[in-house]
Every structure is written in C-alpha cells, then in structure tokens.
C-alpha cells in the first residue's frame, strides 16, 4: 500500500507565507511525477505546479513567481513554498503523486487526503 500524508496548511493573511509538505511511504520502487492540485469551492481542482523525476518544473500561471515547488527524492516528500498569497488562493489543495510500486508495474497516481489554505484578514 501507498500513503501519501500533507501537512502545513492553515489560515493566513494577504501577502503572508505557508509550506505546504507530502510524505510518500509504503511499498515505493520508484517516483515519477510529483504535483500539487488544488479546488477552490464551486470550482473544478486544477493543477498548481508540478516536478517530474528530472527536477524541472512547471507552474500555472495565476503561481509563477510566488510557489516554488521541491522534492526530496531520499524523503519521498514534496513541498510547496507559497509566497505572496492572495485571497484566491484560498482552497483545498492535494498532493498527487505518480509511482510505481514495483519494477514490473506501470506508473499509477496517488492523491493525498487534502489540506485547508485559507487567505483572510
């Protein structure tokens, strides 16, 4: 089996700071693609930014210059640095990881269970 368990949000004010953080454990073999997603209420969950196994980065535009995504492959884990944060920024976001949990198994996406970031004075 596979975990996948976030930490780090809360409420926050306009213009403050949150590290988000995503600890893969469980039968691993290896890592590919790690992302954050998140779903704003009545909205669909879009993707926030994402770091495949080479290190390269990719980032919607409503974030770049404000995230910055990370990984720690010995730590299985990915973090999410948000800087600047707006108001809607506000939402639920998820940690989806794709892995294989063995070496004859294709790759299969995990999601993490969620975490709260709220932007309010």
């Known amino acids: 089996q596979v975990q996948l368990v976030e930490s780090g949000g809360d409420l926050v004010q306009p213009g403050g700071s949150l590290r988000l953080s995503c600890a893969a454990s469980?039968?691993?073999?290896?890592?590919?693609?790690m992302a954050w997603y998140r779903q704003a209420p009545g909205k669909q969950r879009e993707l926030v930014a994402a770091?495949?196994?080479?290190?390269?980065?990719n980032y919607a535009d409503s974030v770049k210059g404000r995230f910055t995504i990370s990984r720690d492959t010995a730590k299985n884990t990915v973090y999410l640095q948000m800087n600047s944060l707006k108001p809607e920024d506000t939402a639920v976001y998820y940690c989806n990881v794709n892995l294989r949990r063995f070496s004859w198994s294709i790759g299969r996406d995990y999601w993490g269970q969620g975490t709260q970031v709220t932007v309010s004075s």
């Open positions: 770091i495949p196994s080479d290190g390269s980065t």
């Open positions: 469980g039968s691993i073999f290896s890592i590919n693609t």
